[in-house]
């Protein structure tokens, strides 16, 4: 006995694919005993062809109906954007081939982004830019400088908690805005980069055991543990570096020269797309 169709495999309706992998295999099927003499050797062709293709098809399966059961996610996207994200939803159809698909509709979408693009770098970062440069200037030059990170409290932490949500607005730094509100609360230029950098470690470290589950749970393709393990070395060991040396460097030219930057970049960005 051989199976075929969806009594062989199933894959989320969403992706439209069920009848189209029954036939296959049943073509696949055919052109196998066609091929082969021995009735083993022409099951087993048909296996190693059929099996990738549908097991391809079932990642992709998996990842729209992910979109589905999140649409809450999405159900305030302007229309333009939320057609986009639901045709390119299962990752098979992508910009690229949904312009030979539908040009007309792919250059509507190329011009909407464009638009927010120009709306967010524009206005929104000079905004941002120059209130990071008046709060991280004035913030680093006249806050009180005695207090270390061991001295924070709840009320200092919700403080610079709510100013980190700042950073949801395009342009804003994160570390940025934590440390100017560190600043302004009277702590040292090192305790408020050192509190700014362990602010980012709970976040970064619910991400990392997210993915951690999804790739020992997840039905993909085996993890290659040894590169990831050696990817999470080299990665911890440069990112100390690189931390104790801006710290070094923060400790001796303040935030001004960062926010002075951030204020040129943004002019200049002003000035080429707006
Ligand atoms: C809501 C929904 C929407 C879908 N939308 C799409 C889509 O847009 N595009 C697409 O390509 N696919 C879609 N599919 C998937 C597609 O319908 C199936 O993948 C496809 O029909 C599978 O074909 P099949 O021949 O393997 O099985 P089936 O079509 O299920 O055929 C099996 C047949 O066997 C019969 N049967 C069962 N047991 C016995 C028995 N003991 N004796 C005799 N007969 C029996 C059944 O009655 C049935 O007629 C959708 C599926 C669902 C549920």
């Known amino acids: 006995m051989v199976l075929l169709g969806d009594a062989a ?5 969403s992706v439209g694919s069920g009848t189209k992998l029954a036939m296959e295999d049943a073509i696949a099927l055919s052109r196998a005993l066609e091929r082969h003499r021995e ?5 087993a062709a048909y296996e190693a062809e059929r099996r990738p293709e549908v097991e391809s098809l079932q990642r992709a399966a998996q990842v729209s109906l992910e979109w589905f059961e999140t649409t ?8 333009v954007q939320f057609a986009m994200s639901l045709l390119t939803r299962s990752l098979r159809v992508t ?10 509709f792919v250059a509507t979408v ?15 970062l000079l905004a941002s830019a120059a209130g990071g440069l008046l ?25 610079i908690g709510c100013a980190q949500a700042l950073a949801l607005m395009p342009g804003t730094s994160r570390s940025g805005v934590t ?15 050192r509190f700014s950098f362990l602010l980012a470690v709970p976040g970064i470290a619910m991400a990392g055991a997210y993915e951690f589950l999804k790739l020992a749970t997840g039905d993909g393709p085996p993890a290659d543990w040894g590169s990831i393990a050696l990817g999470m070395a080299v990665a911890a060991l440069t990112g100390y570096a690189c931390i104790a040396w801006l710290l070094r460097v923060i400790n001796r030219i303040g935030l001004a020269p960062f926010a002075i930057y951030r ?6 960005l002003f000035w080429l797309f707006a």
């Open 110 to 124: 190329d011009r909407w982004f464009a638009e927010k693009a120009v709306q967010q770098s524009g206005a929104a």
């Open 263 to 268: 204020f040129v970049v943004a002019g200049l």
């Open 135 to 159: 709060f991280g200037v004035i913030a680093d030059r006249y806050g009180r400088r005695e207090r270390n990170e061991y001295s924070v409290g709840w009320r200092d932490a919700m403080l």
């Open 72 to 79: 809450e996610r999405y159900h305030r996207l302007e229309p």
């Open 179 to 193: 440390m100017t509100m560190a600043r302004t609360l009277g702590l040292t230029r090192e305790a408020a980069a």
């Open 95 to 104: 910009h690229e081939n949904l312009k030979v698909r539908d040009p007309r």
């Open 9 to 13: 495999h199933t894959a989320h309706f």
């Open 39 to 43: 009735i083993p050797a022409a099951l």
